[in-house]
């Protein structure tokens, strides 16, 4: 993050061709604007920021970062967040923020900020209709998310090991992107589900890993960190049925209809609307097929890149 406005400001040669940039909340805007000299329009996409994510344990914040979201939307022509909730939460803890400071508080870069702001979903590579797929048994339990503090994967096995003990039958996959360094539970808990435990680890084929949401039955989110929610709204346009909990943006992102089944409000809540759906999985199809659609509908890029081209165009035409 603090390095990204050097690379890239030696790495765009000719400039003055270009119509227009697109940048990650990751890179400095102010840093690359003021590198480049005369630059065309700038829109920044915060699909995260640095005042809500969570700080890892033993870990402390490190205020610069949080310095550099404010400058980089303040130099931006236009700011796009991936979710209502994800705004929202930048709004709050940036203004949270900026009244910690000791003096000379800049407390007018909110509305500012806010005048060219926009939530813009992303477009997800939705590949394979579920409409044909049979769901094979015992029912297969998805987890699809990063192998990170901030998916909170100790409350994701305590529930798996709630409903093994209730004598459910099930599969597990463990799927998402891991690193050199990932929570320590994710091994200790490989003995315990023994062989049901068809997958572990990431998956980098992406027809290999579609194919094991089109196998699910149930897709589990127990996050602390989620600003849209990709990996969920996947599972479900595959006929997974997610089961996440009421925060974050997932009560945004699932369509109101589907709340009751799929959205949980404790910990409780979720081991025993994950066995009722586990027992059920059958009886549950129609009803994964129908927020298959609605997802498809929704956040396929097919369905999704006119509202960015709008928001480009207009970007990039505000200063021809």
């Known amino acids: ?30 840093d690359f604007k003021a590198l480049v000299g005369e630059c065309p329009p700038v829109i920044v996409y915060f699909h995260e920021n640095q005042f809500s994510y969570p700080i890892a344990p033993g870990e402390r914040m ?10 980089s939307a303040l130099a931006a022509d236009k700011v796009l ?28 870069v909110a509305e500012r900020i806010r005048k060219k702001t926009f939530v813009c979903y992303p477009g997800c590579t939705i590949g394979f209709p579920p409409h044909g797929i049979k769901k094979s048994a015992p029912p297969l339990i998805i987890w699809n998310h990063r ?14 090991e709630a409903v093994q003990n209730r004598g459910i039958d099930f599969r597990l996959a463990l799927l998402g992107e891991t690193f050199k360094s990932y929570p320590a539970i994710f091994d200790t808990v490989k003995e315990k589900i023994g062989a049901r435990l ?15 949401l089109l196998q699910g039955t149930v897709a589990i989110s127990t996050a602390n960190q989620e600003n849209f929610g ?31 089944t799929c959205i949980y409000n404790s910990r409780e809540e979720l081991v025993e609307k994950l066995i009722r759906l586990l027992e ?40 021809a």
């Open 1 to 30: 993050m603090r390095g990204a406005a050097l690379h890239f400001s030696e790495k765009v040669k000719n400039i003055e061709r270009y119509d227009l940039i697109i940048a990650s909340g990751l890179m400095s805007t102010a």
């Open 62 to 71: 490190d205020y610069q970062f949080g310095f550099t979201d404010i400058t």
């Open 81 to 108: 967040f991936n979710s209502q909730t994800h705004m929202a939460m930048f709004f709050d803890h940036m203004d949270l923020f900026i009244r910690k400071m000791p003096d000379f508080q800049p407390l007018w």
């Open 147 to 160: 192998w990170e503090h901030d998916k909170n994967p100790e409350a994701f096995f305590s529930a798996i």
């Open 198 to 212: 068809v997958a572990f680890g990431y998956e980098p084929d992406r027809n290999a890993y579609m194919n094991w």
């Open 230 to 260: 990709i990996s969920m709204v996947e599972a479900a346009a595959c006929g997974c049925l997610p089961l996440v909990p009421n925060r974050l943006s997932y009560p945004e992102i699932i369509p109101t209809p589907f709340h009751e």
């Open 280 to 319: 059920n999985h059958e009886s549950c199809h129609k009803k994964s097929l129908q927020l298959s659609t609605e997802m498809v509908t929704r956040y396929s890029w097919k369905n999704r890149i006119d509202e960015f081209d709008r928001h480009m165009s207009d970007a990039a035409h505000r200063q």
